[in-house]
């Protein structure tokens, strides 16, 4: 296999490597190897039963009671959710945290494989807990599961509940299609864009439509002006920048002026300001329709998936930590990374962390979140793939609560990062349709 390149700096200045003993990385492979039967099944029985958000309590159900009969204190409905649980192994030191996502699409089931990403941060998690009981070290690895991905922001609530506040760097790994990383067997640095979600709602006033139209305020019309606004916005806005709207709302009866409407709306931008500074543009379109349709209007706000922010060193030692088990990831600190939405990036707003990629056989036409990609994401192959995955988390993990050196330059990127975020306005030009939000 060729060698893989790793960048060992980046802005912040010179990191050195922090590859793990070979002692270290052979036991935790062994660790999870010895699981391997657990970790399919579970991965089985989430991918069988796919779950809407907020909705899962199958898959909660089989994750808690999983852990449990492995010896581990498992909180069950977490966070006040109820299929969110957490898991929590060691005691003192630092804090690694593993995110498990395992809601399903409407009508075409696992085809973002949430199935896998439980399934990783689970394998790593075991891996971690299991090195720390037997190295007798300080520090924690938590298992936190994480509901409701797919557009309701289920991270959000466990956010704002204090899930994050003490961890020093959280990880997970989405699957995809391998033509996402040509050349590589998954990537270690995956930027994704801020998502604003705002629905708009116009009120007229109904009427007959053929006896007395000049008594009826049309908002369907105001719904109609606002979606055309935007199609013409879209012509004067960077190409980073993404809006997309559906009419969720036009009427009822053609023989009715509809006296109600509503617009969906997301908004979405390589960061959180950016995605609000473009808000405003696009609530001028619902401003003018209302206006020009003689309409009343009022916006609602829904959650926002922050820009997902990588933490450099972590990103590049995940890589590293791949190629000591010989797999050959990207980690471009350059990339504009892809389109997508996910609320693992309001979590990098928290603390450090990465969602890497790991390429699954999905051929041409099943990419994610489409049927194709729901077949895929349940085989052996995918499966095993996504094993490596989980080595490279637990390498990563144990590392970053055993180097002391390692951790203070991961805190360090973060914080600079906190700078990068208020001042770095400047658009950047985005590739790619991984399976995100």
Known sequence: MTAITLPHSHENGDAASHGQDAGDVQ????????????????????????????????????????????????????????????????????????????????????????????????????????????????????????????????????????AYKDVDACMMVHPGPFAECPGFTGDAYMPTLASLKVTVRFTGKTAHAAMAPWEGTNALDAAVLSYSGIGVLRQQIHPCNRVHCVISEGGLRPNIIPGSSALDCYIRSPSVAMAEELFLRVENCFKGAALQAGCTMEVQRHNTYADLRPNKPLATAYAQAMAQIGTEVKCDLNSSGVPGSTDQGNVTYECPGIQAYVGIPAGPGANNHTPGFTAVAGSKESHELCMHAAKGMAITGLNMLKNNEFAKQVKLDFEEDKIRRSVDSEPRMLAGNAGFC
């Open 27 to 162: 036991d935790l492979l062994q660790i999870i190897d010895s699981k391997s039967q657990q970790l399919w099944e579970i991965n089985q029985k989430i991918h069988s039963n796919p779950e809407l958000g907020f909705k899962e309590f199958l898959a909660h159900d089989n994750i808690t009671s999983m852990l449990e009969i492995l010896g581990f204190q498992v909180t069950r409905h977490a966070y006040g959710l109820d299929t969110s649980f957490v898991a929590e192994y060691g005691k003192g030191g630092r804090v690694v945290a593993y995110n498990a996502e395992y809601d399903a699409l409407p009508g075409i089931g696992h085809a973002c494989g949430h199935n896998l990403i439980a399934m990783m941060s689970i394998g790593a998690f075991l891996g971690v807990a299991e090195a720390l009981k037997q190295q007798n070290i300080p520090g924690r690895v938590r298992l936190v599961g994480t509901p409701a991905e797919e557009g309701f922001g289920g991270k959000i609530p466990i956010i704002n509940a204090g």
